[in-house]
């Protein structure tokens, strides 16, 4: 088949295949609408337009770059790359009680209908608290927690409160179409060979819950490479995911070449920085909106924290106060926009290879 009939068997409609069928009837009168042919061929012509569409499917389906579910996993799986499955959350709780109070390693607490269960056993120091790591019971998004969200524990004697003081994160989902897409292209347009830059970078993100990566090739001199890693959801990776890409390419600085990292190669793998943002601003609101200027900020923090995971971390160094104007405005009940400044600046903000984009305090007036 010629590439030009290709293009035009894509575009036939129904339509015109029933035209085209009518075309090669002998009799003028079979051709008229209603008729016990022109009704057959009608319905025929929909029939072979469906085929012409499942055979566009099916070959979207045989390239990386169209392809999806099943058929995407299949053609990733042809260059060695794999769907990351599910991860668990990972953070630290507090616990308050009596001194000497035996934590158990395995002991559930809870952040409303969220589990989590301490990861080693532990006991309540002499100044009456002990923080201990904690891992969701769950997996994917679902089992992040907020700050001060765990309230609930088991009962243990002795035991009078727990809580965290920070977010349990690391908890991601089962790796999503447009990821492992941009992963098997990255190996099929820039193979890994021989420990190069790509090698490593490949190797990273082979990792379940690992997001984007950076690669610092010598970056304390010959035979150092530094990987900086964000979690998949595009935040600075916490310290077991670091170590387990560590030890997924060199056996935790084995330097042997029992790991995947070539032999005497010095391996560092470290993470990004948060760098808050504090967003100010005067809006005008639309008459009779049902928003306040709080809500409206609240909004504008959650819409410009996903943009910045989205399209800046890892991917760019600067912020611009203009498209975090233009989010503003996509926010219902929004009328205009008097000012708006981003740590005091009007026109952008930038950040260092190792940085990315937390977004603080929203203000608006």
């Known amino acids: 088949m010629q590439s030009s009939d290709r293009v035009r068997l894509k575009s036939l409609s129904w339509i015109e295949i029933s035209d085209r069928m009518k075309e090669d009837l002998k009799n003028p009168p079979n051709k008229i609408e209603g008729s016990f042919a022109a009704d057959n061929i009608q319905a025929v012509a929909k029939e072979i337009a469906k085929y012409y569409d499942y055979v566009d ?13 099943e058929f ?17 959350a990972t953070g630290l709780v507090t616990f308050k009680g009596k001194p000497n109070t035996f934590i158990p390693a395995g002991f559930r607490v809870y952040a409303g209908a969220k589990v989590f269960y301490t990861r080693v056993p532990a006991y309540i120091g002499q100044d009456g608290k002990v923080d201990v790591e904690v891992a969701s019971d769950g997996e994917g998004l679902e089992a992040n927690a907020r700050a001060y969200e765990v309230t609930g ?23 999503d179409d447009e990821s492992l897409r941009e992963r098997t292209l990255l190996k099929m347009r820039y193979p890994g060979t021989s420990g190069n830059k790509y090698h490593y970078m490949h190797w990273a993100r082979e990792v379940d819950g690992v997001g984007r990566v950076k690669v610092f090739p010598l970056w304390k001199g010959p035979g150092t490479v530094k990987i900086s890693i964000l979690d998949s959801n595009q935040k600075p990776a ?3 995911l670091i170590k387990k890409v560590a030890y997924h390419i060199d056996h935790g600085g084995e330097r042997d070449g029992e790991g995947l990292a070539p032999i005497g190669a010095y391996l560092t793998v470290d993470t990004a920085k948060a760098k808050k943002i504090d967003i100010k601003g005067k809006v005008d609101l639309e008459m009779g909106s049902a928003k306040s200027k709080d809500m409206i900020a609240n909004d504008l923090k959650d819409d410009l924290q996903a943009y910045i995971d989205s399209e800046i971390s890892y991917k760019k160094n600067r912020l611009t106060v203009a498209k975090v104007i233009d989010l503003c405005y996509s926010i219902a009940g929004v009328s205009d926009i008097v000012s708006l400044t981003i740590d005091g600046a009007t026109d952008s903000v930038e950040i260092g290879e190792e940085e990315v984009f937390e977004v603080g305090e929203v203000v608006l007036s």
């Open 57 to 69: 499917w099916l070959i979207d389906m045989h390239f990386a770059d169209t392809a999806t579910g």
């Open 72 to 88: 995407l996993d299949a053609k990733a799986k042809e260059v060695g790359v794999f769907r990351r499955t599910k991860t668990k």
């Open 153 to 175: 524990f088991s009962q243990l004697t002795g035991l009078e409160s727990v809580e965290n003081v920070k977010p349990i994160t690391g908890g991601a989902d089962i790796e």
């Open 238 to 240: 916490k310290e077991d």
